[in-house]
C-alpha cells in the first residue's frame, strides 16, 4: 500500500483568505469604533449643555426660591398691616359707639335740664303772680293805714269824747298789728323764694314792727302823752312817705324782675337755638362719619388694589419678562453667527426694550412701596444719608468725573429708606442730564429755615435742601410737569429712563409733609428745593 504525499499549496499562488477576512473585521471594527467614539463626543457635548442648562435651572430656582422667601416676607408684612389697619378700625369704631352713647347721654341731660328750666320758670310765674297780689295787698293796707292815721288825728282832736272810740281803735290796730305781723311772715316766706328782695323786705318789715311798737306805746300813754302823739303822727307822714319810696322801690324791682324774666325767657330760647344747632351738629357729625367709613372702605379697597398690582409687577409680569431676556441672550449667544446683520439689530432692541420694561416694573414698585411701607420715622443727620448716596453712586460718579460739593449740617425726623432713595433718585438725575461738553458739577447744601408766613424767625423749624447740577436744564413752563408720572421732556434715545423717578420723589417728600419744587433754564442746569419738617 502506497503512501500519499500531501503537498502544501503554494502562498505565492493563492491569497490567504483567513488573513483577507481578518483584515475586513479590523476595519469594520475600528469603522464602528470610530462611529461609538462619534457617538460619545456626541452625547459629552450633549451631556455638557444638558449640564449647563440644568445648572443655568438650578440657577434660576435658586433666584426663584428667594423671590418666593422675600415675596413670603413682604406678603406676611402685609397681612401683618391689615391685622393692624383691622385693629385700628375695631377701636375707632368702639371709640365712636361710645361718643354716640355720650352724645345721647348730653342729649338727655338736656332734655331733663329744659324739663327743670320749664318748671322753674312756670314757678318764677307763679312767684311773681304772688308777689304782684302782695304788692296789691300791701297798697290796699298803705291805704287803710293812711286813713287810721287821719282817725288818730281827728281821735287826738276828740280825745275827750272819744275814749271809747280810741279804745276801739287800739283794738282795731292790734287786730292790724296781729294781720300786719302774719303779712309780714308771709312776705318773708315769699322773699325768701325771691332772693333778689330778700335783705330789702328784711329790712321793711323790721322798720313796721318798730312803728307798730311805737304806735302801741303811744296808744297806751295815750292820755299823758298827746304831745307824744301828735310827733308820732307826724313820724307817721313821713314813715308813709317812706312806704311810699319803698313801693316805688318795689315797683322797680317788679320791673326788674319783669327784665330778669325777659331775658330769662330769651337765654331759653337761647338754649333751644343751641340744643337745635346741638341735633344738626350731630346730624352732620353721623353723616360725616358715615362718610369716613365710606372713605375707609374705598381706602382699603384701593389698598388691596394697590397689593394685587405689586403682586401682579413683583410675580406675574417678571417672570414672562425673565424668560424673554433669558431666551433672547441665549438665541443671541448659540445662534449669533446664523443671525443676520438685521436680525442681530432686532435681538438687540429686544434685549433693550427688555430691560426698559425691567427698569419700568422695578420703578413702579418702588412709587407704589412709597405708599404702603410702614413709615417709621427716626431723628437723623441727613449728611450721613447723603454720603452714603455718594458712596453707592461712586462708580458713576468716577466714570462722569463729576465733582459734587456738600454744605450745612442738619437733622430731621425722617424715614431714613425712603429719603435714601429720594437723594438717589435726584443725584442720579443730575448725572444723566449731564452737558457732553463739561463735567458735572452738582451742589448739595442743608440748612434749617422757617416758613415765610410766619413772623417770629428766632427758631427753625424746616430743613432745606438744595441741590443744583450744571446739566442739560429744562424749559420753565415744566417745571410742574417735571414731577408728573411718566414725564420724559427729552429725546428716549439720548438719555434713557422711565418717567417715574422725579414722581417717586415727590412722593417720598409727601410722606414728610414737605414740599418740593423745580427751577430750570435750559442748557444752564436744574434747581431742586425740599423742605422737610425738622421735627
Known amino acids: 500500500m502506497t503512501e500519499k504525499k500531501i503537498i502544501p499549496p503554494d502562498t505565492t499562488t493563492f491569497p490567504d483568505k483567513n488573513k483577507t477576512n481578518h483584515n475586513?473585521?479590523?476595519?469594520?471594527?475600528?469603522?464602528?469604533?470610530?462611529?461609538?467614539?462619534?457617538?460619545?463626543?456626541?452625547?459629552?457635548?450633549?451631556?455638557?449643555?444638558?449640564?449647563?442648562?440644568?445648572?443655568?435651572?438650578?440657577?434660576?430656582?435658586?433666584?426663584?426660591?428667594?423671590?418666593?422667601?422675600?415675596?413670603?416676607?413682604?406678603?406676611?408684612?402685609?397681612?401683618?398691616?391689615?391685622?393692624?389697619?383691622?385693629?385700628?378700625?375695631?377701636?375707632?369704631?368702639?371709640?365712636?359707639?361710645?361718643q354716640n352713647k355720650e352724645k345721647q347721654k348730653r342729649a338727655d341731660e338736656l332734655s331733663i335740664a329744659n324739663s327743670e328750666l320749664l318748671f322753674q320758670n312756670k314757678e318764677k310765674e307763679k312767684r311773681a303772680a304772688e308777689l304782684i297780689i302782695a304788692n296789691a295787698e300791701l297798697a290796699y293796707q298803705n291805704q287803710e293805714k293812711e286813713d287810721r292815721a287821719a282817725e288818730l288825728v281827728i281821735a287826738n282832736k276828740e280825745l275827750t269824747f272819744q275814749n271809747n272810740e280810741k279804745e276801739k281803735r287800739a283794738a282795731e290796730l292790734v287786730l292790724a298789728n296781729i294781720e300786719l305781723?302774719?303779712?309780714?311772715?308771709?312776705?318773708?316766706?315769699?322773699?325768701?323764694?325771691?332772693?333778689?328782695?330778700?335783705?330789702?323786705?328784711?329790712?321793711?318789715?323790721?322798720?313796721?314792727?318798730?312803728?307798730?311798737?311805737?304806735?302801741?306805746?303811744?296808744?297806751?300813754?295815750?292820755?299823758?302823752?298827746?304831745?307824744?302823739?301828735?310827733?308820732?303822727?307826724?313820724?307817721?307822714?313821713?314813715?308813709?312817705?317812706?312806704?311810699?319810696?319803698q313801693n316805688k322801690e318795689k315797683e322797680k324791682r317788679a320791673a326788674e324782675l319783669v327784665i330778669a324774666n325777659a331775658e330769662l325767657a330769651y337765654q331759653n330760647q337761647e338754649k333751644e337755638n343751641r340744643a337745635a344747632e346741638l341735633l344738626i351738629a350731630n346730624e352732620e357729625l353721623t353723616f360725616q362719619n358715615n362718610e369716613k367709613e365710606k372713605r375707609a372702605s374705598e381706602l382699603i379697597l384701593a389698598n388691596n388694589e394697590l397689593q394685587a398690582f405689586t403682586y401682579i409687577s413683583s410675580h406675574h409680569l417678571q417672570e414672562p419678562l425673565r424668560k424673554i431676556q433669558v431666551f433672547a441672550n441665549r438665541i443671541t449667544t448659540d445662534e449669533h453667527q446664523n443671525l443676520t446683520e438685521k436680525g442681530k439689530f432686532y435681538f438687540d432692541r429686544i434685549e433693550v426694550s427688555a430691560f426698559h420694561m425691567q427698569a419700568l416694573i422695578n420703578d413702579l414698585l418702588t412709587y407704589s412701596r412709597t405708599s404702603v411701607t410702614e413709615k417709621k420715622f427716626e431723628n437723623v443727620n441727613l449728611n450721613d444719608i447723603i454720603n452714603k448716596v455718594l458712596e453707592d453712586l461712586k462708580k458713576e460718579i468716577t466714570a462722569k468725573k463729576a465733582i459734587i460739593e456738600i454744605s450745612g449740617n442738619c437733622s430731621a425726623f425722617i424715614i431714613p429708606t425712603q429719603f435714601d432713595q429720594l437723594i438717589c433718585n435726584l443725584v442720579s438725575n443730575s448725572l444723566k442730564f449731564s452737558t457732553k461738553e463739561k463735567s458735572p458739577h452738582i451742589t448739595i447744601e442743608t440748612l434749617y429755615t422757617k416758613p415765610k408766613t410766619k413772623k417770629n424767625k428766632s427758631s427753625a423749624d424746616y430743613c432745606h435742601i438744595i441741590i443744583t447740577d450744571n446739566g442739560i436744564g429744562f424749559d420753565p413752563q415744566f417745571e410742574n410737569r417735571v414731577f408728573e408720572m411718566f414725564q420724559q421732556l427729552n429725546n428716549k434715545s439720548d438719555y434713557k429712563g422711565t418717567g417715574i423717578g422725579l414722581a417717586i420723589a415727590k412722593k417720598i417728600v409727601e410722606n414728610h409733609s414737605g414740599v418740593i419744587t423745580a427751577t430750570g433754564k435750559r442748557h444752564h442746569g436744574a434747581k431742586f428745593d425740599i423742605y422737610i419738617p425738622v421735627v
Request: avoid cysteine; hydrophobic fraction near 40%; proline fraction near 0%.
Open 24 to 98: 475586513d473585521e479590523l476595519l469594520l471594527v475600528n469603522n464602528r469604533l470610530a462611529q461609538q467614539i462619534e457617538e460619545r463626543k456626541k452625547r459629552a457635548a450633549e451631556l455638557i449643555i444638558a449640564n449647563t442648562e440644568l445648572a443655568f435651572q438650578n440657577k434660576e430656582k435658586e433666584k426663584r426660591a428667594a423671590e418666593l422667601v422675600i415675596a413670603n416676607a413682604e406678603l406676611a408684612y402685609q397681612n401683618q398691616e391689615k391685622e393692624d389697619r383691622a385693629a385700628e378700625l375695631v377701636i375707632a369704631n368702639t371709640e365712636l359707639a361710645y
Open 181 to 245: 305781723a302774719y303779712q309780714n311772715k308771709e312776705k318773708g316766706k315769699r322773699a325768701a323764694e325771691l332772693l333778689i328782695a330778700n335783705a330789702e323786705l328784711t329790712f321793711q318789715n323790721n322798720e313796721k314792727e318798730k312803728r307798730a311798737a311805737e304806735l302801741v306805746i303811744a296808744n297806751t300813754e295815750l292820755a299823758y302823752q298827746n304831745k307824744e302823739k301828735e310827733d308820732r303822727a307826724s313820724e307817721l307822714v313821713i314813715a308813709n312817705k317812706e312806704l311810699t319810696f
